[in-house]
């Protein structure tokens, strides 16, 4: 609870900071919705976007959520996770049960910029996991992750003002060594949903420190930027 109490405190401060720094501190708003679906912010609103979503890299985020909701008595056990998992932008295997992937692959708009390599990709790892034991459903989540995305580039062209930046800091990645090009893909998606342009800052390499890692695909992180 002390360390706890005293991380609050340093946020706290920082905002404190920040906020003796402005002439006239906005107030902030917060809503709990969803970004795919909502209609909480109204059109052409934003001037700025700053987000990380999540990575196409089979990392659990509801997990991720367990120590504090926990801690928080909103979750005793690994079941109460999975409502929270199901609203989560698609990212890690477990949340593509019952999910209607080749219908979505075929058919959905949001996948049309780069549909011919994602159905390259999609079939080169639903062949592979047919050789891998835990056999994990890398093939859907790709599909899943970039519908979702390309749903979320749709709506915040709606929500965002004509000559708009939007930050998404993203990494690539490589499920059974398959790389996918996140970074050019999720840039692909904003040209089609009426942004302007979009360029890739590259931070730092990834999977390029551990000798026990899985597979030796060069991997990158960085700042995408899309102007509106």
């Not at 390259?120 to 979702?148: A, P, Q």
């Not at 059974?176 to 942004?195: C, I, K, M, N, S």
Request: proline content about 4%; glycine content about 8%; charged content about 30%.
């Amino acid at each position: 609870m002390d360390a706890f109490r005293q991380q609050v405190e340093m946020m706290a401060t920082d905002m404190d900071q920040r906020r003796s720094e402005l002439p006239q501190p906005p107030m902030a708003q917060f809503l709990e919705t969803d970004i795919r679906t909502t209609t909480a912010v109204d059109g052409g609103w934003a001037d700025l976007v700053l987000t990380s979503p999540p990575y196409a890299n089979n990392f659990d985020y509801a997990d991720a959520t367990r120590l504090e909701m926990t801690f928080m008595g909103e979750v005793s056990g690994w079941g109460d996770l999975k409502p929270l998992r199901d609203k989560l932008i698609k990212s890690c295997s477990q949340q593509m049960a019952r999910y209607e992937a080749e219908d979505v692959l075929e058919n959905a708009d949001e996948l049309a910029p780069f549909r011919k390599e994602i159905k390259k990709t999609y079939m080169e790892l639903n062949e592979l996991r047919l050789t891998k034991g835990g056999r994990k459903s890398y093939h859907s989540m790709i599909v899943g992750y970039f519908h979702d995305m390309g749903r979320t580039w749709k709506q915040l062209r709606g929500m965002t003002s004509h000559g708009a930046n939007v930050c998404f800091v993203v990494g690539d990645s490589a499920p059974y060594g398959v790389h996918v090009p996140v970074d050019r893909w999720l840039g692909e998606q904003a040209l089609a949903a009426g942004f302007k342009n979009y360029k890739f800052e590259k931070v730092r390499d990834r999977n390029v420190k551990w000798k026990n890692r899985k597979h030796r695909v060069p991997l990158h992180e960085g700042r995408l930027w899309v102007q509106g």
